[in-house]
């Protein structure tokens, strides 16, 4: 067989992106699978963002991931953005298709198949409260409210974008999706199934900050998630197993949203086990 150095590529833009623990579990899940891929940490400022996509198209990528703050901004140089991403409003992943560049989200996905696959929990019939209506507020409330989810109440410190992203995806969704304004502590009363944790507080280097949630009147047995990775174990976290609540860290997410990214790039099953593995290397987690 004649020699072939030609890899295949795919990216993460974002801005910063120097600390995005993502490369090490796609180049993993690349290795076990035999495909002779790489992955690109690329920083990109917003001002180039256009560049970048076109450079992907020069280099015949397959595909890329966005980060922040490249989310939405990437949807205007695109050429088809899938019906759910548009719902959401927002791309974390791009593929090839042809010369056609194809957004599509998995923040949602990943999210819900961890809350499924990781904690044993289907969020049909359940109800869910989700602190944040940023981006990854947006596409967590979405597939929650696709996949059945009888009440979703979105809690956010902002009114104004709390209340439009519940009038914009419950009209989208046609599903129950509530607003009440995060005023002091939220405290989660008896009958919450789920509560998400979808703003970025605990987030590194400020990982002594806690939403200031109340979890004493908590259902035993709620669920208790959240989507910062860095550190896993936040202090929410921490707070709902001293009371004995089960619990879902935001690897969970990330490795489940890049093994849907690593299927619709290569074709392939993802090796999950591997990508987590390496994720938690990469991390220093052992
Ligand atoms: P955005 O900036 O879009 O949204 C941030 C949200 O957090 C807003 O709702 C904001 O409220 C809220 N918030 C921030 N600080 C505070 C505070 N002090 N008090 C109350 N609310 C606060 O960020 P993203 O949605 O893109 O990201 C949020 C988190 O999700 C980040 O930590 C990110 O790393 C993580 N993430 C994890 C993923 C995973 O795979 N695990 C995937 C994607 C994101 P307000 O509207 O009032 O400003």
């Given at each position: 067989m004649p020699a072939d150095f030609q890899a295949e590529l795919v990216a993460c833009f974002g801005h910063p992106v120097r600390e995005n623990p993502t490369g090490a579990m796609q180049e993993a899940a690349f290795r076990e699978a035999g495909l002779n891929w790489r992955y690109l940490t690329v920083e990109v400022p917003p001002e180039r963002l256009r560049e970048a996509v076109q450079g992907a198209r020069a280099f015949g990528m397959r595909g890329f991931n966005l980060t922040i703050p490249h989310k939405v901004a990437v949807m205007e140089h695109l050429d088809e953005v899938a019906p759910d991403a548009a719902l959401i409003g927002a791309v974390n992943t791009v593929r090839r298709e042809g010369e056609r560049l194809i957004g599509e989200n998995t923040d949602g996905k990943g999210f819900l198949h961890g809350v499924r696959a990781?904690?044993?929990?289907?969020?049909?019939?359940r109800r869910v409260v989700v602190l944040g209506a940023g981006g990854a507020a947006r596409a967590i409330v979405t597939e929650l409210a696709l996949a059945g989810a009888s009440d979703v109440l979105v809690v956010n410190r902002s009114v104004e974008r709390g209340e439009a992203m519940v009038r914009d995806l419950s009209a989208k969704t046609g599903r129950p999706i509530r607003f009440a304004a995060w005023r002091g502590v939220y405290e989660v009363v008896g009958d919450i199934d789920l509560l998400v944790n979808a703003t970025s507080i605990g987030l590194f280097p400020d990982v002594e900050a806690v939403p200031p949630?109340?979890?004493?009147?908590?259902?035993?047995?709620m669920l208790v998630c959240d989507v910062v990775f860095n550190p896993p174990e936040t202090r929410l976290l921490a707070a709902a197993r001293g009371r004995g609540l089960p619990v879902l860290d935001g690897l969970s997410m990330l490795v489940y949203q890049g093994a849907i990214g690593f299927k619709l790039w290569t074709g392939l099953e993802a090796p999950v086990d591997v990508m987590k593995r390496a994720l938690r290397e990469a991390m220093g987690l052992g």
């Open positions: 990781d904690a044993g929990v289907d969020p049909r019939r949630v109340e979890l004493a009147r908590a259902r035993a047995g």
